[in-house]
């Protein structure tokens, strides 16, 4: 079952998907005493995750990790890392603890294994926030990219892979399992251009065309949370 709220601003969209996902976490501290949160990098979830920093939960409690990375050091303007040290692990969020998806290597091969305990501990994810691009990309799953077929199968036996996307620096990617898994899902994005992506997403085809489908097929309900 997938929802579709169009928001008439994007600071609106950024207000109420903070409420939505803080009184989520809240819930699973409840229930279990903890919670875990996975994020995309990128601009457009900044708004998103300032004021989810803001949120007055037991965010002690709150284990963070990315939806995917790319391989670079937080010193580099392209981390997704530094992006969410800057905007979510700030203010009363700055008690979370950040699950790591980069570790000083020249490959992500090297120490993917590492990466990948540290995500396992933390898993099942509450709640999954990904985006999409205008391709229909969503973490670092990538239309017709080689070696991600496993990852977009609900079987794969990673939950963390690396990609070497063409003309860029490597990452490393959730895969499928972790992402589809959560208890609470959600897609976030913004602008006419991707909204008729997401339309063309909806329509029926292979996961390897449009990768968001891995997230829209998904057994548990989604969320999508559109601004233009």
Avoid at 24 to 51: M, N, W
Avoid at 191 to 212: F, H, N, T
Wanted: with cysteine; aromatic share 4%; glycine share 6%.
């Amino acid at each position: 079952m997938v929802l579709f709220c169009d928001y008439i601003s994007r600071q609106v969209q950024a207000d109420s998907l903070a409420a939505l996902v803080a009184g989520q976490l809240a819930g699973a501290i409840d229930r279990k005493g903890r919670a875990s949160l996975a994020v995309p990098g990128g601009s457009t979830p900044a708004a998103f995750l300032r004021k989810l920093s803001q949120a007055d939960i037991s965010w002690q409690h709150v284990s963070i990790m990315l939806t995917d990375e790319r391989w670079v050091p937080e010193s580099s303007a392209r981390s997704n890392t530094k992006l969410l040290r800057e905007n979510l692990l700030q203010s009363a969020a700055s008690k979370a603890t950040l699950v790591p998806l980069f570790k000083p290597s020249e490959r992500p091969e090297d120490v993917i294994d590492d990466l990948e305990a540290g995500i396992r501990a933390a898993l099942p994810l509450d709640v999954c926030v990904v985006g999409m691009g205008t391709d229909m990309h969503t973490a670092s799953l990538f239309p017709g990219a080689l070696g991600l077929t496993d990852a977009m199968t609900m079987d794969c036996p990673r939950l963390l892979i690396p990609v070497h996307p063409q003309d860029q620096e490597a990452r490393v990617t959730l895969t499928a399992p972790a992402l589809c898994n959560a208890e609470n899902l959600h897609i976030l994005f913004n602008g006419p251009e991707k909204l008729v992506a997401y339309q063309v997403a909806e329509q029926s085809g292979p996961v390897s065309d449009a990768p968001i489908r891995v997230i829209l097929r998904a057994v548990t309900p989604v969320t999508v949370h559109y601004a233009q």
